[in-house]
């Protein structure tokens, strides 16, 4: 059976499923089927099963979730079984089984940044949302879930939205920040680019370009990462004896 | 002396010029002038120059990466592969993000050089899922790089070509095992693979596969340029080169610190400001929450790999972080077996069901229902996890127990007997007995 043939039965047994027990059933976009072939053309010639994490992650662009149809979508891509697929997206945290919001605001819980106030953002998230981990407010708007270590220990406690930074928060601020987001209030990003959806995000977790005017160059780097740094400048150290004239020895008489 | 000279701004210079994510910033900055001198030398010479560096991974076990290029088979027929391991999650870990959002070609220039070095014509960066800036920079920088003809076919008209792919992981700290990666990255669920046969053989794809960290691939245009002797001048004999020291916790200035390897704590928590007010030192990992516990005793020990371990610890990753005497070790440790809980891969029993368990007994002992019996069952857990596990993974997870048991058993015996109150309410006892 051709694979548009096999698109065309799936459709039909998902309708009919869609009656049955689904709420929704998701027909992928031509846009999305091109980009999946645009993903599988990555990875060397005959190991396209590489492929299956950014196609996760291009579902959930759809989706904001891995659907029945999103794990049905990458076998039929892979050739693989949805046994298969459902195994690797029921093992990682990206990937969510239930609706999401527009912003996932993850908060690390960690030891360091627990000690560091992070499990009282966590709370008084939890409490003024009235939603607990990897739930959804009310609204529709925001998923709440408490991560592991993000990398920002010297900025904890480390909040994100979307995966991007905001620094500096306390329970009362990190309240703030949901309502901001709530309303659709803007919201600053401190070291990221600008705030987008997290379908949106999901596409760049695909391996897509972040294709917004200037997004890559914004961010500037924080105090702590430059640290450091900016202390050996103040101080003017540099490691002595740099110089990038200094030959490769060469055992093999210099030919290539 | 004074202890700004151990400063040594190598990996972190860059970050300074907030332009120098972009090529044409980059190239002003020595950008790409390595790989110009790399592609004019014999491949075997530049593994005969990393080995010479005494160069060592930054990602934890600190394994000669002149010795790992040179375990690669040649002419062997295979296709060769350069995998990046940029799944930072040690808990305390913080360096390799910065370095990739804020110098991204740096590591694009080492993935060419290593990739000519060990024969490889296909690179993959297997980046943290939840790194976005960091995707974001390198995939623009590595759209840049083809564009300038330093990636993709005939590099810089030698006949070497390169692809190179940025990968998104999606969620799971094991991936950071270099075999459960390289099951990730082929689709797979990200658990680790037993060993031998070793990546070098057998890696991705079954083929001769080098993975390196962030850090040591970055490392190596620097080397390139300045050689093998300057690059000793900074470190200790056995562990050279300078060491991005992640500082995080009670000090004043938490922070990114590149300094000569084997530079003590002391010397760190002076750099950065001194400890917070009303904080006095307790206890600190000098390489993430897999790394033993040292305490305000181990100040003056010297972070290299060789030091560390003399001390009874493991210099990691150098994620220092710091804790007082208002932090506790005992729930410190507890919240760091609920991460290795929640991250443990489930392929292999004594990390899945110790971990599992270990954390029952601490919330046991932290709501004041402990008794003394649950201090030998967390050191007879430990003691069958450890060397027992599948991988790195559940060995480290009994890092802190062990090490927190040694050193601060009366915190234990505080919550045993009463003396401390109970940190966590009934609630957090379901399912504990």
Known sequence: ?256 | MSVFEKLTPVLTKRWLSPDAWRIDVYERLDGYAALRKALAAHPDDLIALIKDSGLRGRGGAGFPTGLKWGFIPQNDGKPHYLVVNADEGEPGTCKDLPLMTYDPHSLIEGIIIASYAIRANHAFVYIRGEAVHAARRLRNAVKEAYAAGYLGKNIQGTGFDLELVIHSGAGAYICGEETALLDSLEGLRGQPRLRPPFPATHGLYASPTVVNNVGTIASVPYIVLGGAAWWKTMGTEKASGPMIYSLSGRIANPGQYECTMGITLRELIELAGGMKPGHKLKFWTPGGSSTPLLTAEHIDVHMDFESVAAAGSILGTTATQIFSDQDCPVYATYRWLEFYHHESCGKCTPCREGNYWMVRVYRRILSGQGTYEDLDTLLDTSDNILGRAFCGLGDGATSSVTSSLQYFKQDYLDYIEGRTAPKLSEKAMAGAH
């Open chain 1, 1 to 256: 059976m051709s694979a548009s043939a096999k698109r065309q039965e799936f459709i039909q047994v998902s309708a009919r499923a869609k009656s049955q027990e689904f709420s929704q059933v998701t027909v992928f976009s031509e846009e999305t089927y091109r980009r999946a072939a645009e993903i599988k053309a990555r990875y060397p010639e005959g190991r396209q099963r590489s492929a299956l994490l950014p196609l996760l992650h291009l579902v959930q662009n759809e989706d904001g979730q891995v659907t029945p149809d999103g794990v049905e979508f990458c076998a039929e891509q892979l050739g693989i079984t949805k046994a298969q697929v459902g195994a690797v997206a029921t093992f990682y945290t990206m990937y969510k089984r239930q609706p999401t919001g527009d912003y996932l605001v993850s908060v690390c819980t960690n030891t360091m940044c627990d000690v560091l106030g992070g499990q009282a953002i966590y709370d008084a998230l939890s409490d003024h949302l009235g939603v607990g981990h990897q739930e959804t407010s009310a609204d529709g708007k925001i998923t709440l879930e408490h991560a592991e270590c993000l990398a920002a220990c010297d900025y904890g406690p480390a909040v994100t939205v979307n995966y991007d930074f905001v620094d500096g928060l306390d329970p009362e601020s990190a309240v703030g920040l949901v309502d901001d987001l709530s309303h659709g209030k803007e919201v600053v990003i401190n070291r990221g680019a600008r705030l987008c959806t997290l379908k949106e995000m999901a596409l760049q977790l695909a391996g897509f370009a972040d294709e917004r005017e200037g997004a890559v160059g914004e961010g500037p780097a924080g105090e702590p990462t430059l640290r450091g740094v900016k202390l050996a400048q103040q101080h003017g150290i540099s490691p002595a004896g740099f110089d990038i004239t200094t030959p490769i020895p060469s055992a093999s008489g210099g030919n290539k």
